[in-house]
């Protein structure tokens, strides 16, 4: 009777273990490895000014939204007022790394796991997006976003009427955190 009570006494943890297991929605993780990219966005004809510091917060929120690293360095050029003039053509370059899955053998050298993961961009999320970055939003899409490793799944810009909008959803390969399920 002593040597069955520690098994009687386990059952329920056991069976709360399975159940935890089974409720736990699995997420496919695929090995992974960091890419540096270092990109030049080029924008045309904005409707509005953005000062530099605007410029670099908006890219930097974007890329850690698609899951880059958070150090990155971000360069805008001709934004804000220069010589007199609002400056409505100004550029970014970006230095930032991505995860990228890997495949066959590769695998062997993987940094990190990622999972695809459906990620919105739109006025508020994130937050230093809002509505009237319509057009740069779009342009953004052209530009950097097109030569990312994200695939767009749904595209809306309304950026000619008073109140402008846009939604853009992608999925993107997200890294795990250590000892989390993957974020979004």
Request: with cysteine; hydrophobic share 40%; proline share 8%.
């Amino acid at each position: 009777m002593l040597r069955a009570l520690p098994l009687v006494l386990l059952l329920p943890v056991i069976a709360a273990a399975q159940t935890l297991a089974t409720s736990t929605p699995s997420v496919a993780l695929t090995p992974a490895e960091w890419k540096s990219y270092d990109v030049l966005v080029e924008f045309r004809t904005l409707p509005r000014t953005y000062s530099c510091d605007e410029l670099w917060h908006k890219v930097r929120d974007v890329l850690l939204q698609l899951g880059a690293r958070a150090y990155m360095t971000i360069t805008p050029f001709d934004c804000g007022s220069s010589h007199g003039e609002e400056a409505r053509s100004p550029s970014v370059e970006v230095k930032f790394q991505l995860p990228e899955p890997l495949r066959g053998g590769a695998t062997q050298y993987a940094e990190t796991t990622v999972s695809e993961q459906a990620v919105r961009l739109a006025p508020g999320t994130p937050s230093s997006l809002q509505p009237g970055d319509c057009e740069l939003m779009r342009q953004m899409e052209d530009t950097l976003l097109a030569g990312l490793p994200v695939h767009i799944t749904a595209s809306a810009f309304d950026c000619t009427a008073a109140a402008k909008s846009f939604t853009l959803t992608l999925n993107a390969p997200l890294a795990a955190r250590a000892g989390t399920a993957p974020h979004s």
